[in-house]
């Protein structure tokens, strides 16, 4: 946050490395998702193991995102 016109250069960095994280966490959370469907409809896991797995999936994800603050 300066007036500086070559912080722009690392802003576009953070972010393409926030893009890339989202989609990340995206296509993780889909397929957990989509995991946890597929054993309910076999009739293999229950409404709260998809809870707690839907829980697990969002913690992962918060905790994947943080690695932007670090950089």
């Given at each position: 946050?300066?007036?500086s016109p070559s912080?722009?250069?690392i802003a576009i960095d953070v972010a393409k490395?926030?893009?890339?994280?989202v989609w990340q966490n995206i296509y993780f959370a889909m397929g957990v998702k989509l995991?946890?469907?597929?054993?309910?409809?076999?009739?293999?896991?229950?409404m709260w193991e998809a809870v707690f797995g839907d829980m697990?999936?969002?913690?992962?994800a918060v905790?994947?995102?943080i690695r932007?603050?670090?950089s």
């Amino acid at each position: 946050m300066t007036d500086s016109p070559s912080k722009v250069s690392i802003a576009i960095d953070v972010a393409k490395r926030t893009r890339k994280i989202v989609w990340q966490n995206i296509y993780f959370a889909m397929g957990v998702k989509l995991g946890f469907i597929v054993l309910g409809v076999f009739g293999v896991a229950t409404m709260w193991e998809a809870v707690f797995g839907d829980m697990g999936v969002a913690l992962i994800a918060v905790f994947n995102a943080i690695r932007i603050l670090k950089s």
